[in-house]
């Protein structure tokens, strides 16, 4: 069975660049046709392929970044040698060294020319407001997406969940990791994440989605939207005193934490040569693939929804899906249900009691859980250190979806999601061995119920929220 790509294409309208479309359609049309393969061994010669290469600009460079120290230093890699703009989307950005450091670079960049936009989810801003102040004096734009305390109530539950760090319409990094250490393996507990390093005609299609959300009437400039929680605590996590009242010593204060955050991660703010960076990467595939998206300044129409549902349907043989938040859509799990039906192996890897950061959403997907088991899903839950955040979809080793979004009800019905889609065997075949090495340190569910397999190994407070939140859950389902 194939994916109905009439269908697919007039879901999609407005979502693709023409030309992108076209090119999957062929590939998926004249499989006999090799895609010709690039091998590269550093983030470095990536960064040469993406802003010098004059091949076919429908071909995309790819390479998976799935080790928190390669995505940090792709980040790094393009602001240092970006050359015209750098636009950069986050759903969380707080103090901690990697955001300030990464801020930094980009206020380096934006002193020697480079136009820096940069837009943050108004409920997830954990930056001072001096110091984004500075960071707006300084040329880095800087707005952000739903503020709170706005006149508008329903912003509260819309948000934008995209990542992205975009360059020169050449190259970006898009993935699952938001702009805290957490997601960078920094801390004592880190998120487990994945992101993909893009090069080619796709960066024109994110270009011109972050233009239009740029420009959209939901954002606001940093400076002059309210956040949430207190500033003198942000304020001290960078070294800024209380009794520091003077601007100029405040200034200076954040100038010399974002020296610091640089030193930290490993970065002294010199534009590096392209190929001087030793760290190793998976392998660089040219692939054609999609910008899945939804359209801006409107409530989701669902056209994630509509491509996923299109994917399982195809299957042959095969759905390997992780998810952190795996509450599907009714939608969905009718398309899992179909999958199941005519033989298709459905694996799904999630978070477990003990290492999810949502307990509230794990309880929500306990409703779920015995209808995904009755299906004859292959359930796992994740059991190893850290909280599970991939998030990826692969139908028949062939048929890749990965980006923002969760794949689930509140991606679809409220957030703004980025994804890309790819068709083709050697990116799926790259993604197997990782979700493979995450399935080593997970454990096969095989009971629908709650007690007492699931808390086994979580702790008492986990057990006494579990318990707690499982009667609420009814009541804010619509909104998980």
Not at 32 to 52: D, K, Q, T
Not at 211 to 221: A, F, G, K, T, Y
Request: charged share 25%; proline share 4%; with cysteine.
């Amino acid at each position: 069975m194939s994916i109905p790509w009439d269908d697919c294409v007039r879901w999609q309208e407005g979502l693709y660049q023409v030309r992108s479309v076209f090119t999957v359609l062929r590939l998926r049309a004249f499989v006999e046709r090799p895609v010709p393969f690039v091998s590269w061994a550093a983030i470095g010669w990536f960064v040469v392929l993406a802003f010098n290469s004059h091949n076919d600009t429908h071909a995309n460079h790819f390479s998976i970044l799935s080790e928190d120290q390669a995505a940090l230093r792709a980040r790094v890699t393009l602001a240092e040698n970006a050359e015209h703009e750098i636009n950069v989307i986050s759903f969380a950005v707080d103090g901690s060294d990697v955001p300030v450091g990464l801020l930094a670079l980009l206020r380096q960049a934006s002193t020697r020319g480079v136009r820096v936009r940069v837009l943050i989810d108004g409920l997830n801003l954990r930056l001072p407001s001096g110091f984004v102040k500075r960071l707006v004096e300084d040329g880095v734009e800087i707005r952000v997406f739903h503020p709170p305390f706005h006149a508008h109530p329903l912003w509260w539950n819309r948000r934008l969940h995209d990542k992205l760090f975009l360059v020169d319409r050449k190259a970006m990094v898009i993935g699952s990791r938001n702009l805290r250490d957490t997601h960078f393996g920094r801390e004592e507990t880190n998120f487990i994440d994945c992101d993909f390093m893009m090069a080619g005609e796709i960066c024109n299609s994110a270009t011109d989605y972050f233009d239009q959300l740029w420009r959209s009437p939901e954002v606001r400039c940093a400076t002059e939207a309210n956040t949430i929680g207190s500033d003198q605590k942000r304020d001290l996590k960078m070294g800024v005193v209380p009794w520091i009242t003077s601007e100029a010593e405040r200034s200076a204060t954040y100038l010399q934490a974002m020296q610091v955050s640089m030193n930290r991660i490993g970065c002294d703010g010199s534009s590096a040569a392209c190929d001087s960076c030793g760290c190793p990467t998976t392998s660089l595939t040219e692939v054609s693939a999609c910008l899945v998206r939804d359209a801006t300044g409107q409530p989701s129409n669902r056209k994630l929804q509509r491509l996923l549902c299109a994917m399982i349907d195809s299957a042959d043989s095969s759905i390997d899906i992780e998810s952190p938040y795996p509450i599907f859509t009714p939608e969905t799990l009718d398309a899992i249900r179909r999958a199941t039906d005519r033989g298709v192996k459905v694996t799904l890897l999630t978070n477990s009691l003990q290492s999810t950061d949502q307990v509230l959403v794990y309880a929500g997907y306990q409703r779920d859980k015995k209808k995904l088991l009755d299906m004859k899903v292959n359930l796992f839950e994740y059991i190893g250190q850290g909280h599970l955040h991939v998030k990826t979809v692969v139908v028949d080793q062939r048929d890749v979806l990965f980006g923002s979004s969760n794949f689930d009800s509140r991606g679809e019905r409220f957030n703004h999601e980025l994804c890309v889609f790819v068709s083709d065997s050697r990116v799926a075949s790259m993604l197997k061995p990782l979700m493979n090495q995450r399935l080593e340190h997970a454990r096969s569910v095989q009971d629908g119920s709650l007690f007492p397999e699931v808390i086994g190994d979580a702790s008492l407070q986990r057990r006494f929220q579990m318990r707690t939140l499982q009667a609420v859950v009814p009541l804010l389902r619509h909104l998980l």
